[in-house]
Every structure is written in C-alpha cells, then in structure tokens.
C-alpha cells in the first residue's frame, strides 16, 4: 500500500454528559451534525480515554497523548508549551512558566492579578524584560494574549521543582519561589530576583507612566505560576517519519505542536475563541495536505462552551464544527485517512475537565467499517475500536496510512 | 460540580458462567432482580477485568484493585490482610501469616488440621501465645473464626518468602518453615521456634486439659500459611480525599478495609456468611452516608454459593441481594453516585474463582446512560463503559462524584 496523508481533527472538551434540559441527552446527541455523522456512519467508531479511564486530562497532557507521547513521563507542567505558544525558542531542560502582568503597590501587595486587563503595551514591556541576566541565568520573557506572559529561565542546574509566586488573592504580597527540593533553590533564588528586577523594570517603564496618567493600573509586576521543564521530545517528524503541521489558535495548543515537531499554519480569522473562522481552518487544513504527511486541525470553541456550562451555545458550535467538516468532505483527497476526536470531556454540567471518554472516529478508503451511524459519546461505545486510550490512537492512525513499522517479522 | 459521595456494593464472586441447568444461563441472568435491572437500566454499565483478562483474583488482590492499588507490587500474601481483620494493629514491614489451631500427636504428626473444628476457648489460649518473643522479634498472635488465627512478626530483617509449616495433609509432620531466599533465613527460624514454643504453650493449657477430659482433640499446635509482607499503603482517605467507612462481615476483607483506611462499621446479623442480614447491612451503609464521602458494602455470600456449587442457593442469594438494592434504592440522596459490582466470578461449575470478568453498573445524576436494560454478564458486555480493569473503577467513581484532580491543565 502506497503511504497515504493523514488529518486528525480534535474537538477542545467536546465529550459530555446527557442533560435534563436536553431530554437526557448530550450536546453532541442534541446537535443537528449530518456531516460529523456521515464519517461516523463511514468509519469505524470508540471511545478514547485520553489518559486513562476516570482521569480528568488537560488539553496539554492530552494532547501529548494523543500524538504518541506518554504525558505521565515528559511531563512536569503547562509553562513550556504555554512558552513555546507565545513564540520562545525553547531548549530541552529549560524552565517555563506562565506568567501575568498585574498592579502592585509599594508593599508589593498584589491590588489587581491581571493589570486591569491589560491588553496594549504589553510586548513594549516585555521586551524591557526580555534578555535580563540573573547571574549566569539567562531569561526569556514574552507577552501573551492579554493580561499573559511566559518567562523562561536557562542555565545549568535548574529544576521545575519552585511554588508559583502568584499568590492567586488579591491584598496578598507577591510570593517568595520556594524550592520543593534541595536541588531547585538556584532556581527558586533565579524566580525571587526576577520578581524584584522585573518590578524595578517595569515600575518606571513609559508604558506604566502613560496607563497611570489615563487612570489605568499600571502593570509594574509579574506574578508567575505552573514551573515545568521543557522535554526533551523526539519530534513526530522522526518518530512517525511523517511532515507535520498544523492549524490552532491558542497558545497552549500552538506550543504542544511545536514542541512534537508539528510545523503552525497561521489562518487569519483562527482565534482560538468562540468567534474563529472555522471554515477557513478548514481551508487551510485542506491546503497544508498538499505539502504535509500529517495535518492537525485543532478547535477550541466547544471546550469554551463546556466550561462556561452552556449547552445550547455548545450545541451551536457543534453545528458549526458539523459545516466545517461539511466543506472538508467533498474536498478530501481520496488517499487521506481522517480522524475525529476530542482531547477529553468538557461537560457543561461540570464546567470543567471530567474523566469521561471522548468518542473517535477513523475514516479512510478500505478502513474497516462498523454499524455506528452517528457522531456522539453513546454511538462510539457501540464502536468496533472498543475502549481505547490517547497514545494508541497516532499508531493507528499511522498503521492506517501505510506508515507503519512491522514489531518482529 | 459540587462533590459527591460514592456507595460501592461489592457482591463477592458474582459472577459465574452459564449453566445447562439453567438453560444456558448464568445464575445472574437466572434470578429474579427487578432492582438490580433498574441500576443497570438506568447507569452505564461495563465488564470489569479485577487484575486482567483471563486471570483468576482472590478477593483480596481484587479488594486491592478495585480500592486504585496495583495488587501486583502490593501484595505479597492474604497473611497480612487477615491478620489486620482479627484486629491486629500491623505495620508496614511485618509479616504475618494465617494459621489453624490443629491436633498433632508427641511426634507433632498431625492428626487433624482443625483441631476437631474447635470454635470456644480459642481466645484464651491465642492470649497465651500472644506477646510471646522470639529473640528480637516481635509475636502477635490473634484467633479468627473457629479454628482460624493469625500470626504477625515484628522486627528488623524480616522477609516474607518461607515456606507454610501446615503440611495440609493428615499425618503428616508440621513442616519445618524454609527460606525461598537467603535473606529469610532468620524469618524460617523464627517461625520455626514459634512453632515449638506454641506447642510447648499449649499442650498443658487448662482449655486443652479440659478438651481432653471431655473426648475432644486438644489444640495443641498452630500450622501457619500464606506468609506475606504488610505493605506501605498510601490510605484511600488521603489518596482520593475521601472519608471512608466499610460494611463487611468477614475478616479477610475487613482487613484490607483497614489496610487502606476504611473505617469498619460493625452491623448486628452481618456474619459473612449465608446467614447475614442484608437488610441491615443495607441501612448501616445508608446511616454511614450521613458522615462519609465513600462508603463500601461488602456481601460475601455470592462467593460461598459458587464455592460450594450450588446454583439454586446462588440464585436464591441473588434475589436477597436484589432486596438489599431495593432498601436502598428510594432512600439513596440524590447526590451518591451508586457502583455495583463484583469482585471476581467464582462459578458453580468451577467452585472456585475464575478469569471471568465481572458486570459493572456506575449510575447516578448526569451519569452517561447506555441502552443496557439488565445486571448480568452478557448485557454488562455491550455497556458503554466497555471492558475496564479492576484498578480503574475508582478513578472513574472519584471522577464521576467531582473528586478528581485534573492531570494537567
């Protein structure tokens, strides 16, 4: 069999539960969806736990999984690849974190988390902070969307190991980094003198001074959260032998591909929020299959929708999901395998992760069939995949485009 | 979410495989369960694998599994467990074996491995023994049900691998302890010198004296088995956040309960035998939901049934348990998220545990519901939940009652 080209779609949180205001059904059974149902009805169906059964995942650890690495060993915390989205160049061994600009007063009590809401001027004050020595520490320091940042410290001998200095309440001093092991008070040492020179920094930056003569708060501190190593990964490109690349809006996600090897597609109108441009994600998915083995399309909507516990607005974005995948159909080059997934379950009931299975969907000429017509969490468990988990599904998927090495002979 | 609290019902080797006599029918599917039906009807439903496909559990591997341990780096022998049941306080490092007080002759032949079933006076002469030192170590020394007693050694340098003294056949002599390693050498001579010291204890003891004048066989010697290592066990109330209580009427089973820190509630008529009053055991787990996050209700008379090849009794045993669902069912709060199922099958036609996987029912509030209509093996096979293992069902319950920590973010 000649190799073929793959696109694996994931739904952010779109698993749920049956709801009473839906007559006991789920969103993704309440939606009208003939496309998601057609490839359901057309492929073969399961049920993936992400992690492991009952094990609320996040999109990071999840997606780690899903593209054949276990999250359990290469990971230490969101921070890399929060660093990685905004742009870093990161090295294997680097710390990250994420960070916020936010409003201190003299006592360094931290009087708003997120500088007002800041959302201009921050890449001028990051710079400033951007290539700061802490010894022979060397820093890296990017803004985000909004209020975001991430910081990145590099140099020999550091660990992930530090509590957060976000104190996460208003009125609280900024924290002291503690080191949770011996082996991290360089580390935590390196974070508390961020603290103080990046205060130093920013107190007096003409951004801050212009933001306070308009009665804005200014942004003269940054609270930090979530330490992790970055790992070494070999990227997908060796491991799976396949060109890469992919189209996502929000830097978590942005971060996890670059951090596998997936190459980031921009698409104008991809945002990341309820208001993206699905089907020019769709587009540009389409597009990125000429010159890729492995396409990811990635949409965040319905996770948004999960944990805000809207279903209709669920529902909505589902059938917007659906016409996205309604302009992929007849435009998918017949020797393309396609997946459709979730990176875990969102319920709206629980406004958050849940430990409950996310169904898949495989599709592709020749693919075993089974007799699952529609596109939801009830259908999937009557699926011929059975129950799997998140790293089977790439080796799947990679068996099924003719890319597969052979264990033994 | 708001947490919920979790009520476990484990019905001991439940599960079981088709009969002629029943016209090809399980016992499960034979009896009459109107309330055991509406759970499954109403939750989601899957087969459990307590270890893994195909592989036998004893209760207490099983217990294991489904309390979220790995039996396989655990457990090393019931000894422990039954031990901790007859209530005696363990450490993590002690061994302990279970014995029998048995009669042997001058030559310390054995001439009945039960001591003629003796069932009074076995507290007075395991006090006897009880405290005895054997060098550095440690003896604790408790009697269980009838003929049943336990053995704990404490001290430094102690290992589990020695051999059984009971030879398990009559006339035989008790079997010196034998090091499987050379590391245990000093643990076969203890229990060796435990041995001769418990005989010399006992052969004169007024109990034994008065068994002898009254024609019965004196007990005058303990045979050990089952050695095995007490374990460092992080207790489910800090792994899983929960407070924990147990119902259980045998010993074995109430020693894995404290084992892992559930409390034990003692319940009038709960014997763990065919006898025991499951009604009550029913409204003591429903009193014990008033002040735990977890409770757990054990019913051991499945098992006995199939041990003892008795269909119709398993059958009859099964509707009483149905009784016991429905003392339940109208007064379980609205909050409790329900688990039904088994620890291992122990079938009639085996009469001893097999590798059959059990049926599991989760049902409560927003729990996912699948199109099974019955509790019983065949119907659990087309559930939603598909074909999990033992160590999962408590990840899954801990989700589903809110109480799970998301693995990243």
């Known amino acids: 069999m000649d190799a073929r ?8 949180g779109l698993g749920d539960r049956p709801l009473v205001e839906l007559g006991h059904k789920t969103p993704l059974e309440a939606a009208r969806k003939p496309n998601l149902d057609w490839f359901a009805a057309n492929g073969v ?4 736990d992400p992690i492991a059964p009952g094990v609320p995942a996040g999109s990071d650890t999840s997606h780690l999984a899903l593209f054949g690495y276990d999250p359990r060993t290469v990971y230490t915390g969101r921070g890399p690849f929060e660093a990685a989205g905004v742009g870093i160049d990161l090295k294997a061994g680097d710390i990250a974190f994420r960070g916020n600009f936010a409003t201190v007063d003299e006592k360094m009590r931290v009087a708003n988390r997120r500088a007002g809401r800041i959302h201009e001027g921050t890449a001028e004050l990051a710079e400033a902070i951007d290539g700061m020595k802490l010894g022979r520490i060397k820093v890296m320091f990017r803004a985000g969307t909004e209020h975001r940042a991430a910081l990145v410290l590099r140099g020999r001998g550091l660990s ?9 309440e208003l009125g609280q001093e900024i924290r002291k980094a503690e080191a949770l092991e011996p082996a991290a008070k360089p580390t935590a040492k390196a974070v508390n003198a961020f603290t103080k020179q990046a205060h130093k920094i920013l107190k007096d930056h003409p951004v801050n001074r212009a933001r306070v003569k308009d009665g804005e708060l200014p942004a003269n501190a940054i609270v930090l959260r979530g330490a992790g190593v970055y790992p070494d990964l070999p990227p997908i490109t060796e491991r799976f032998h396949v060109k890469a690349a992919g189209v996502a809006g929000v830097s978590l996600i942005r971060g996890i591909f670059r951090a596998v090897g997936i190459d ?11 208001d993206t441009d699905m089907i020019a994600k769709a587009d540009a998915a389409l597009a990125a299959l000429d010159s890729n083995d492995l396409v990811v399309l990635h949409v ?3 996770d948004l929708c999960g944990h805000d516990g809207h ?4 529902i909505h974005v589902i059938e917007r999901l659906d016409a996205m995948m309604g302009q992929l159909k007849p435009n998918l080059p017949a020797d393309v395998v396609v997946a459709m997934t979730a990176d875990h379950s969102t319920p709206v009931a629980v406004k958050d992760h849940s430990g409950d299975p996310v169904p898949l969907t495989l599709f592709g000429e020749g693919v ?4 699952v017509l529609a596109f939801d969490e009830r259908s999937a468990a009557q699926g011929a995949l059975g129950r799997i988990c998140g790293q089977d599904v790439m080796n799947l998927l990679i068996d099924l485009a003719g890319r597969a090495e052979k264990f033994g002979a």
């Open 160 to 168: 992930p190991k530090v509590t957060d200095t976000d104190p996460h």
């Open 311 to 314: 279903a209709s607005e669920k």
């Open 264 to 274: 980031m597609i921009e698409v104008k109108g991809a945002t990341g929020g309820l």
């Open 368 to 371: 075993r069939v089974d007799a």
């Open 5 to 12: 080209r793959i696109l694996l779609v994931i739904f952010d």
């Open 300 to 302: 965040k909507a319905p």
């Open 45 to 48: 169906n399961g049920l993936v």
